[in-house]
């Protein structure tokens, strides 16, 4: 069955914004990104994670760790880090609608920190709010069945991937299957889900963003919760992951230099090709630029020039 949730006026909006960011994304980093960025991101991100759920290690102290260096403070919170550092750097092997793929991440995230990781609970569930119960969960006899429907929908709704994301957030938390490590495991996933239909979503902490509004992260969840469906959580996720799209353009968009295009459109096993047929990778730069570019190739022994004018043709030279 699929979980409810509306689609308004704001919610296309947002979704139209995030399309026109990626485009531009695309355009300046039509590879990999900055070196470097992978591990920013990385740092970023499980420090995020970890400090919603009340890890109180620094960032500083989340690098070290990455580094495989000795920090000082609780071995509960260097095992949260170290297992999430595991998770995050096979990111790319989970595949986003595999059950199994998302049971092996929590019993990677959470090995040595609960009883039986990578397990569905047993026992009942809530989650309390200072000394007030904000949700109850369904009875762990439902879990099982609940998640296999989930991981259905997202197997076979034809939903923008976007939306898809947001709603398995959304109905991760409100089904609460774990004992422990739900929050984590939920925006991992989403990340997981992006990430299978938009590369660039490696290198975006949006953990960040929800750190940082933490109490619209929680309203948003409530108000889903009162109104039966996920559509308030799909507003708010939305807009974190614009402003997170917006926030990695503005820090980050420098054109690429002649050598970093070449780098690239050589790792796409092209064999004979054009200018006309390089400017179709680049289409914010110029014919001249473009030139310039495969003059340059030509000229540091990269490639080989035949033809003249219009029937010039480019190849590849061997190491």
Request: with cysteine.
């Amino acid at each position: 069955m699929k979980p409810p949730y509306e689609i308004t006026p704001d919610i296309l909006q947002k979704i139209s914004s995030i399309s026109e960011k990626l485009g531009e994304v695309k355009a300046y980093y039509p590879g990999k990104p900055l070196p470097g960025l992978r591990k920013q991101n990385r740092i970023r991100t499980i420090h995020a994670t970890l400090q919603i759920e009340g890890n109180s290690l620094t960032r500083e102290q989340v690098s070290a760790l990455i580094d495989s260096k000795r920090v000082a403070g609780s071995q509960k919170e260097i095992r949260e880090v170290q297992n999430a550092t595991d998770v995050y750097e096979a990111l790319k092997t989970y595949r986003s609608t595999s059950q199994q793929d998302f049971l092996a991440a929590h019993k990677r995230m959470m090995s040595g920190l609960v009883q039986i990781p990578g397990r569905y609970r047993s026992i009942s569930a809530g989650i309390m709010h200072g000394s007030r119960m904000a949700h109850i969960a369904p009875p762990a006899s439902n879990v099982a069945t609940l998640m296999n429907e989930l991981f259905k929908y997202l197997k076979l709704s034809g939903d923008h991937a976007l939306i898809k994301s947001c709603v398995f957030h959304y109905e991760l938390e409100f089904i609460h299957p774990f004992e422990d490590g739900n929050g984590r495991m939920g925006r991992l996933w989403q990340t997981v889900l992006m990430l299978a239909e938009y590369p660039v979503f490696e290198f975006l902490p949006f953990e960040t963003l929800i750190r940082q509004n933490q109490d619209s992260y929680y309203k948003a969840l409530a108000i889903s919760d009162q109104q039966g469906n996920s559509t308030a959580f799909i507003h708010f996720m939305l807009q974190v992951i614009n402003d997170s799209l917006e926030g990695f353009l503005a820090t980050n968009r420098h054109p690429l230099g002649a050598e970093e295009r070449l780098e690239y459109f050589n790792s796409l096993g092209s064999q004979a090709f054009s200018r006309k047929d390089y400017m179709k990778i680049f289409k914010n730069i110029s014919p001249a630029t473009a030139s310039r570019d495969l003059i340059k190739g030509v000229e540091s022994g990269l490639l080989e020039k035949t033809g003249e004018k219009n029937r010039t043709l480019y190849k590849w030279q061997k190491p």
